[in-house]
């Protein structure tokens, strides 16, 4: 939504001819004082003005509209903003609009995004205030990870409204990652999305958003992240049914990019969290041995010291400590030279293994 | 664990050379006047004074670069930003937050007069929620309080410890104000580092903020913002960093912890309670396969000059800078410091900014550069201030 120009500052208008400004009282000589512009000055004055009578009307909204543009990390402003749509009792769904077009013009402000979730707190408290556990409204209580509703409680007509709710806001968010497909703060918001609103039907897609997202860009370590987030919270834990799945899907993009990180932390995090061992997927890393390019793959190398090394703890074997040492001297030397310290410090550290004589 | 922290090579390290003359008149310039895009960070102006002042003490010359006229006026300066309660109506239940803040909500300067001491501006219930005093604010402000060569004798620390703990959530995580609700963990360091300078935890509930920072290491053994967020690594020194304020406890392992002389039973099993939740072995590995040659923030993002410290001092924090390759990282930080304006950009090519140019100094000081003194890394302030907090302040001198 393009704001409206207008040639006039607001302050020179009739409506604030009765404010006086309070001018930022900085001392006689203050530290690291900022530069400044006189709109900067002038527009503070008069938020300080109001701020400092409280006032709840819309000239004071309109204001607030004014110096979040100017500066979105204010950190009392979204607050006396938040108070007045509630005082004024604001549409929210403009709201919406509004913080829509600020997305896009401060996509890393944590201040906008917090916004958006604390109007959306308040759509979803609204829709059927006796069902609604959890509050957003007021910034003191617990920002609750548990949900608002519990979804299959809610009759029909009450289902689609919350699934029309969070359709748009997960639609909104699409948007914002199709320009930074890393933003942290757009992530961080869609988990509150998917877990405020309850185990609705929208978890069953989100699974399918994180492939489509990974066939384009498999370093998205993002999105590998919300898979794991999806995966483990979703469908109520991890079952043996998803490590398995999930393993067979991270291996497959590991044939396809054996030096991208985000599959391999994930197959070692998945196998970590189902209770499997590392050692399961020994074949299959020695198999990539023989792939041109996989040879080269740090990672590779990296994740079969690591096996061999907990084979040789739990085996005592002196065979797997030698082929721990020789993957250990690969990365150092040839693969991940970068790390050569790590790695080098990793080989004494085999050394310490008490092995069968 | 085969590493040592205080490596410091004695010989001038080959390759481009560190600007410091550049540098030091880079903060000095910022010190007196910072240009007009900073005004977009106005509310967080005493975390920009940090730099600047920081920057300068790293570079070795704060008493020189800074007059004493200058540093008396500053603690003042600072001073008038502290909210304390007001004597009239010092009620239990009241709402305002104590701590520092800024001049930008409109609180009248307080002047030292007739022999009074300036003793900050005093808020009540009945004075505005915008003039609220900001976690970030309040750390940073003592560390500047140190460094201009405060005792801190005039720091409203009981207040301070009870807006702690208004501020902390129930899942052990802490918000910055009651005005901006970010629960992440950027303030639980923040409430670390309080706690910490301030020589009292009593502010903090420690078994909730260990669990908060348990919940918070990912599957790829770095820490995110808040759990089941992506591993990162300014919000990895954050999780560290609390946790050495804390102790170290959470890196030690349980099942070799010995009981420490005079302690009580009931005090070494609340101790081993909280060791040993932190994989280091991941931890140590996440860190260093940041590096690409300075170091990334995320798995597969831009190499960028803040995370040599964030990163950097994480791994301090747990005992292994000494695996960082330190010449790659010098060779990246080389590049990004500006050759005609001196400090340092976010990227190769960038215009130089304070907070990088700060965490530039602050990552060389890491790896021993000539003309930088050393850094404690939990704190992130040289280790001679370090020194004066422990000997000249009033929360921790003898």
Redesign the interface.
Known sequence: MAEQKDDVPFYQKPEWADVVP????????????????QE?STT?GYF?AM??A?EKSERALDLTKIVIE???????V???RQQLLKELNKDLKTELEWIEWMVEEHPKS??IW?HRQ?IVGRIAQSLFPSTTTTSSST??T??S?EAAFVFDDLSESQKTTVQDLVKSELEFIAEALKDDT?N?HA??YR?WVLAHFGQGPWWTGELAYTEELLEKDM????AW?QR??VVT?GFGGLTEEDVQREVQFAKSRIEKTPS???PW??LT??L??GNHSVTEIKEFCEGLLSVPRANFSPFVHATLLDIYEVEAKEQRSAASVEKAKEEAIMLAEKVDS?????WN?RK??LLKIDVAA | MATTQETQPTTQPSGPTFQREKHIQYFKRNLQMLPEPYTSQDTFRMTLGLFAIGGLELLGVLEEAISEANRKAWIEWIYSQQRIPSKDSPSEDDDALYGFGGPFSGLAFQEPTDGQQNLGCECNSHTSPYDTAHLTMTYTALLSLIMLGDDLSRVAKEPILKSLRKLQQPNGCFIPCITDYEPDMRFVYCAAAVSYILNDWSGVDRPALLNFIRESQTYEHGFAQSPRHEAHGGTTYCAIASLGLMGGDAFLDQRTMVRQEGETDSEFEERRARAGFVDLEGTRRWCLQRQTTGFQGRIDKPTDTCYSFWIGGAITAIGSFDLVNFECNRGFLMETQHKAFGGFGKWVNTYPDILHSYMGIASLALMGEPGIRPLEPLLNISKRMQERLYNETVFWKK
């Open positions: 309070i001018p930022q009282d900085d001392g006689p000589n203050p530290l690291v004082p900022i530069a400044y512009t900067y503070m300080r701020c400092r409280q100017l500066i979105p990390s204010h950190f009392t979204w607050y006396y944590y201040q917090h604390v910034p003191s617990a920002q990870a890393k942290y992530w961080s988990q370093r998205n370590n993002s992240n794991y987030f919270n991208n990180e985000s932390v994930y995090g998945i970590r969290k970068i790390r050569s310290k790590y410090w004494t550290q």
